[in-house]
Structure formats: structure tokens, C-alpha cells
């Protein structure tokens, strides 16, 4: 997505996966005009379960904690499973816990994240303090923890690809050539061009 409010140009949908090269490559991308639902991932997820080899048995995805993807997952894939990003659960989990909690919470959740075994994610587990213990419950272990979760056979995983990507390119003036600035352009263009037919048209 670039830019916030009146100043956005929609949302870019993608969903890849890595080469055996670890070179990313979509399966299925599209834009869409305003803010990010589930039915703009119902079309997205659906597409790329149609691929074949894709929703299999073993295979995770890694998505943002966002309940608009996390519905439209459940319903596309019937064999695949997905893997909650690190980043987006601890922002959204550090406001639950209150004061007490908050200093230690996020570490104790990093560290059971990348535990080797499933007994040592266990034993993390138990240092959680009663906050961080009910709001993490509400999802599965093969969501949270990589021991968990057979299918992540990297050390490294994240769903932040894009948005890395962005500031990236964004600091070297990469951005200026993107889709979606060709996308504003036309939209001024198209803009100017109403405007001037309507005042055109409207003078007597």
C-alpha cells in the first residue's frame, strides 16, 4: 500500500513463494482499490489454492496476523496450513499486557518462537504471565512457534517482504518507476481530463 488516508492509491495483494534459488516469485497478485478486507483475499487465496502443488499437504504460509486474511486462509486452503509473522503478533499482543508484563512478554514469545524442540517451547510457555498466556491461547501452537510447525523449513521467515522492499527502494528512488506511481499518475490524468470535459461541456 503507498501512502495513508486520501493519499493512498489502494492496496497490493500478493501471494509467492521462494525459488529453490531463494529468489521470491508470486503466484497470484492484484491491486485493489481501498483498504484491505477479506473479500479482496477470498480472490487472492482462492486463485493461488487453484494452483497446483500449492495448497498440499505440508505446505505453510506466512501471513500477517489480520483476521481478513486469516478467514480467507481457512476457507481457500483445505490442506495447507499458515504461520502467524512474528512482527505483527507481538504489536498487536504488547497492548494486552499490561505494565507488569510488558518488559519481559515479548522476549519470552521470541524466544519460544525459535525453540528447537516442542518441550522447550513448553517450558518457555510457562514463564508467560497470566495476560500473555490468554491472549496467545486464542491461537494454535503450529501458528506461533517454528517447532511447531513442520512445514517452516527456514530459520528465517517473515510476511514483511514487501514492505522491507518498499522502504528499500524507497531510500534509493527505486519507487519512482513502480506500478503503483504509474497508477497515481493515470489517476491524475484522468482526474484533469473530467474536469476539463465537464467545464468544457458546461459553458454555455
Known amino acids: 500500500m503507498e501512502g495513508k488516508g486520501s493519499n493512498t492509491f489502494g492496496t497490493y495483494f500478493d501471494v509467492g513463494t521462494y525459488t529453490s534459488n531463494r529468489s521470491l516469485c508470486s503466484i497470484v497478485s492484484g491491486h485493489g482499490i481501498g483498504p484491505e478486507y477479506k473479500e479482496e ?45 512474528e512482527r505483527h503478533v507481538l504489536k498487536n499482543m504488547v497492548p494486552a499486557l499490561g505494565l507488569d508484563e510488558n518488559a519481559a512478554g515479548p522476549r519470552f514469545d521470541s524466544r519460544a518462537l525459535r525453540a528447537p524442540s516442542k518441550l522447550e517451547v513448553d517450558l518457555m510457555k510457562g514463564e508467560y504471565g497470566p495476560r ?23 530459520n528465517i521467515v517473515t510476511s514483511q517482504g514487501g514492505e522491507c522492499a518498499m522502504n528499500a527502494a524507497l531510500a534509493n528512488k527505486i519507487r519512482r518507476v513502480e506500478p503503483l506511481s504509474m497508477l497515481k499518475l493515470n489517476a491524475e490524468a484522468q482526474y484533469c481530463k473530467f474536469y476539463t470535459v465537464k467545464v468544457l461541456h458546461s459553458v454555455p
Do not use: C
Not at 487465496?45 to 481478513?68: I, K, S, W, Y
Open 41 to 85: 483475499w477470498d480472490l487472492r487465496l482462492e486463485a493461488a489454492a487453484a494452483v497446483v502443488g500449492f495448497d498440499v499437504p505440508g505446505r505453510t504460509t506466512v501471513v500477517d496476523l489480520e483476521e481478513a486474511i486469516d478467514t480467507a486462509h481457512d476457507a481457500a486452503m483445505h490442506n495447507g496450513t499458515k504461520f502467524n509473522d
Open 132 to 154: 500473555q498466556k490468554k491472549w496467545l491461547e486464542r491461537f494454535p501452537d503450529s501458528e506461533l512457534y517454528r517447532a511447531y510447525a513442520p512445514g517452516l523449513k527456514d
